[in-house]
């Protein structure tokens, strides 16, 4: 853990230290650097929460990957309603609409090219066997 936290400051101060434009938003790169953090802290809880439970109960790896990923869906696809209504800043989203996220935009974007519903598909498996790994190595 504490050699994580070290790659993380450095990659953090290297990021304000030698920035190649300093005319960058310092406050820009701390948020995101915190958000990084705090994604790091909440996977930590989750896999920590995950063993507590597959080491009580006994759970099928499998099982608890696919509610695991049922339950990550479902809560996405409700949390994809108030997003589409979120503008933001161009600096913030790439999107042309401003929007924090817009999944009729993304669906127009994969129907128009395949290269993208390729790597969609590829990251879906590749997530699928990478949790499935760790649950059953955690079990």
């Known amino acids: 853990m504490s050699i994580v936290t070290a790659g993380l400051v450095v990659v953090?101060?290297?990021?304000?230290v030698f920035d190649d434009r300093p005319t960058d938003d310092t406050n820009g790169i701390i948020t995101g650097n915190l958000l990084i953090i705090m994604a790091q802290i909440i996977v930590?809880?989750?896999?920590?929460?995950?063993?507590?439970?597959?080491?009580q109960y006994d759970v099928p790896a499998l099982l608890a990957v696919g509610l695991e990923g049922?339950?990550?869906?479902?809560?996405?696809?409700?949390?994809?309603?108030?997003?589409y209504y979120i503008h933001v800043p161009s600096t913030f989203s790439t999107n042309p609409y401003g929007r924090?996220?817009?999944?009729?935009?993304?669906?127009?974007e994969i129907g128009d090219n395949p290269t993208i519903l390729?790597?969609?598909a590829l990251t879906i498996v590749s997530i699928a066997f990478f949790n499935f790994a760790g649950v059953t190595v955690t079990k």
């Not at 953090?12 to 304000?16: A, L, Y």
């Not at 930590?44 to 080491?55: D, G, H, S």
């Not at 049922?70 to 997003?83: A, C, T, V, W, Y």
């Not at 924090?100 to 127009?108: G, N, R, S, T």
């Open 100 to 108: 924090l996220e817009d999944i009729f935009f993304a669906f127009k």
């Open 12 to 16: 953090g101060v290297s990021d304000i």
């Open 118 to 120: 390729a790597a969609l």
């Open 44 to 55: 930590a809880i989750q896999m920590v929460t995950e063993q507590k439970y597959l080491t």
């Open 70 to 83: 049922l339950f990550g869906m479902i809560i996405l696809s409700f949390l994809l309603i108030p997003m």
